[in-house]
């Protein structure tokens, strides 16, 4: 078949393409290129080296959650495990609170008591016993929004323009008295923990600060030694000590009371302590002060008052009587006539009692059986009364929660019940009434006033701690004082009290702190 003329064309215009591109030379250029990217990528593989892959260990998978019953665990042994643990860790707390209040029983050497700072028990081996009781035989020698009044001490003293001189000059020499410089109080802790009580020794010759604490431990401090503080301390019971007498006829021996229900008594000449009395079923002691003769009085947590005779070596010459159904706080007892008390008690009362007149008691809720006394007279408080002390001029000071300081002035001439006393009105009435911020709270202790035993400038004063840091002194008519403080200071020095005839003043406050007050 003849070629027509266009499939000639189109002929023809292949041959020509054909000879166009072979003239180019184009099949050679493409070879070397090809040639020259298989050289680079022969090179980036060769600079690029190759990681060695490392096989892993193969684990079988853990379950997230276990059966316990197929690992053979009894829920019901893990749990009283789990219980007796907690029960012997509790177990071991209580017995460990139990040997810290246990009473100390039976006679007792101070020396092996001695508390060092360490908080070491010394024993004999750590020292000479003879240089320890020739330091204690040098000692004794011889023998809120509630204010109180003392807060408005200037201002009193201004307004006042009738002050007897009396009063003036008792001022003026309270006022030039200074917190004992010797050294800081944060220095002195008369006893370790939180003081219930502290007072002086009745020696004139030095200065002897003793104190007792909430844990039982009793101090000394020898604030005459001024080169070191000369502290000891040791503990003699097993709780608070509220109550610290002297023998009024041997000032080296004294008597402690304590919230562990026992009664002991300390020879500082000798160093050894004896437990002369343990109350029923160890109810605590509040308070303690010398009878007539050798009787030692006493009351307790649950209201009763006892007596015992020292003389006797058992607890068979012992008398309960019930005064109240709660607690009392404390009492007093006429110097003149030893067998009238006063009492202070948590059901709002101050009594007076007779101890030689006992009747029935049949107003008690408890099922003991007990006598009273005859109460010639009350006084009834809008709160619980925490003191009640009586002086040798026959004026009876006390206090309470109710904010109030009420002095009671029961007779004008001595001469008339120094021998016995005629029996006031039933329902008594404060002479002089006093406003004074007794609120102590939770870690304070119980605000108290106590008079000073035998003034040697023949004026009857009390002294109470103030909450603002200060200790407030008032005479028997109401006249304040003194209103003493330091910016030493720190704490509220709620156990307050004077030395027995010498205008000196310690308080003692929180962590056995104490402060001294002297011209």
């Given at each position: 078949?003849?070629?027509?003329?266009?499939?000639?064309?189109?002929?023809?215009?292949?041959?020509?393409?054909?000879?166009?591109?072979?003239?180019?030379?184009?099949?050679?250029?493409?070879?070397?290129?090809?040639?020259?990217?298989?050289?680079?990528?022969?090179?980036?593989?060769?600079?690029?080296?190759?990681?060695?892959?490392?096989?892993?260990?193969?684990?079988?998978?853990?379950?997230?959650?276990?059966?316990?019953?197929?690992?053979?665990?009894?829920?019901?042994?893990?749990?009283?495990?789990?219980?007796?643990?907690?029960?012997?860790?509790?177990?071991?707390?209580?017995?460990?609170?139990?040997?810290?209040?246990?009473?100390?029983?039976?006679?007792?050497?101070?020396?092996?008591?001695?508390k060092e700072e360490n908080?070491?028990?010394?024993?004999?081996?750590?020292?000479?016993?003879?240089?320890?009781?020739?330091?204690?035989?040098?000692?004794?020698?011889?023998?809120?929004?509630?204010?109180?009044?003392?807060?408005?001490?200037?201002?009193?003293?201004?307004?006042?323009?009738?002050?007897?001189?009396?009063?003036?000059?008792l001022r003026d020499q309270?006022?030039?008295?200074?917190?004992?410089?010797?050294?800081?109080?944060?220095?002195?802790?008369?006893?370790?923990?939180?003081?219930?009580?502290?007072?002086?020794?009745?020696?004139?010759?030095?200065?002897?600060?003793?104190?007792?604490?909430?844990?039982?431990?009793?101090?000394?401090?020898?604030?005459?030694?001024?080169?070191?503080?000369?502290?000891?301390?040791?503990?003699?019971?097993?709780?608070?000590?509220?109550?610290?007498?002297?023998?009024?006829?041997?000032?080296?021996?004294?008597?402690?009371?304590?919230?562990?229900?026992?009664?002991?008594?300390?020879?500082?000449?000798?160093?050894?302590?004896?437990?002369?009395?343990?109350?029923?079923?160890?109810?605590?002691?509040?308070?303690?002060?010398?009878?007539?003769?050798?009787?030692?009085?006493?009351t307790d947590m649950s209201?009763?008052?006892?007596?015992?005779?020292?003389?006797?070596?058992?607890?068979?010459?012992?008398?309960?009587?019930?005064?109240?159904?709660?607690?009392?706080?404390?009492?007093?007892?006429?110097?003149?006539?030893?067998?009238?008390?006063?009492?202070?008690?948590?059901?709002?009362?101050?009594?007076?009692?007779?101890?030689?007149?006992?009747?029935?008691?049949?107003?008690?809720?408890?099922?003991?059986?007990?006598?009273?006394?005859?109460?010639?007279?009350?006084?009834?408080?809008?709160?619980?009364?925490?003191?009640?002390?009586?002086?040798?001029?026959?004026?009876?000071?006390?206090?309470?929660?109710?904010?109030?300081?009420?002095?009671?002035?029961?007779?004008?001439?001595?001469?008339?019940?120094?021998?016995?006393?005629?029996?006031?009105?039933?329902?008594?009435?404060?002479?002089?009434?006093?406003?004074?911020?007794?609120?102590?709270?939770?870690?304070?202790?119980?605000?108290?006033?106590?008079?000073?035993?035998?003034?040697?400038?023949?004026?009857?004063?009390?002294?109470?701690?103030?909450?603002?840091?200060?200790?407030?002194?008032?005479?028997?008519?109401?006249?304040?004082?003194?209103?003493?403080?330091?910016?030493?200071?720190?704490?509220?020095?709620?156990?307050?009290?004077?030395?027995?005839?010498?205008?000196?003043?310690?308080?003692?406050?929180?962590?056995?702190?104490?402060?001294?007050?002297?011209?």
């Amino acid at each position: 078949m003849a070629l027509s003329e266009f499939e000639k064309q189109r002929q023809a215009n292949i041959e020509r393409n054909k000879k166009l591109l072979n003239s180019l030379n184009l099949n050679q250029i493409n070879s070397s290129i090809a040639k020259r990217v298989k050289q680079e990528d022969d090179e980036s593989k060769k600079a690029v080296p190759k990681v060695k892959r490392v096989k892993k260990e193969t684990t079988p998978p853990v379950a997230t959650r276990r059966s316990a019953r197929l690992a053979g665990v009894k829920i019901e042994d893990t749990d009283s495990v789990i219980k007796h643990e907690v029960d012997l860790e509790k177990l071991r707390k209580e017995e460990m609170e139990k040997l810290k209040r246990i009473r100390i029983n039976g006679n007792l050497s101070l020396v092996d008591l001695l508390k060092e700072e360490n908080g070491d028990v010394k024993t004999e081996e750590d020292g000479d016993d003879s240089k320890i009781l020739e330091k204690f035989k040098s000692m004794i020698g011889n023998g809120s929004r509630a204010f109180s009044a003392g807060d408005y001490y200037e201002q009193i003293k201004k307004s006042e323009g009738n002050t007897s001189k009396d009063v003036q000059q008792l001022r003026d020499q309270f006022d030039k008295f200074t917190i004992w410089e010797h050294f800081e109080p944060k220095n002195i802790a008369l006893t370790p923990e939180r003081t219930y009580y502290t007072c002086f020794h009745p020696t004139v010759d030095k200065k002897l600060v003793l104190g007792a604490d909430k844990e039982g431990y009793f101090g000394v401090w020898n604030a005459s030694e001024t080169n070191d503080v000369d502290i000891t301390n040791f503990k003699l019971h097993g709780g608070s000590i509220p109550k610290i007498e002297f023998d009024p006829s041997d000032a080296s021996k004294l008597y402690t009371c304590s919230y562990d229900g026992s009664i002991r008594r300390l020879d500082m000449a000798s160093m050894d302590s004896q437990q002369v009395f343990t109350n029923d079923y160890d109810i605590g002691l509040t308070d303690i002060n010398f009878g007539e003769g050798q009787e030692i009085y006493f009351t307790d947590m649950s209201g009763r008052f006892g007596r015992v005779d020292l003389r006797a070596n058992d607890h068979s010459s012992r008398t309960y009587f019930r005064l109240s159904d709660k607690k009392i706080g404390g009492f007093g007892v006429n110097p003149n006539n030893r067998s009238q008390i006063c009492t202070a008690s948590l059901d709002r009362t101050m009594k007076i009692f007779d101890t030689r007149k006992t009747q029935s008691c049949n107003w008690t809720q408890f099922d003991d059986e007990y006598e009273t006394f005859e109460t010639p007279a009350l006084y009834n408080s809008r709160l619980s009364v925490s003191i009640a002390s009586w002086n040798a001029t026959n004026d009876i000071v006390c206090n309470g929660y109710d904010d109030t300081i009420r002095i009671f002035q029961l007779g004008k001439d001595p001469r008339k019940w120094i021998h016995d006393y005629n029996t006031p009105d039933a329902e008594l009435e404060p002479t002089h009434t006093l406003t004074h911020n007794c609120k102590s709270g939770k870690w304070v202790s119980i605000l108290k006033a106590r008079w000073q035993q035998f003034p040697q400038d023949q004026v009857q004063k009390f002294a109470i701690a103030n909450m603002k840091k200060f200790i407030d002194v008032y005479d028997r008519d109401g006249n304040m004082l003194a209103h003493l403080s330091d910016p030493w200071m720190t704490n509220v020095p709620a156990t307050c009290n004077f030395h027995p005839t010498e205008n000196w003043l310690v308080g003692g406050g929180a962590n056995g702190k104490a402060y001294l007050f002297s011209d």
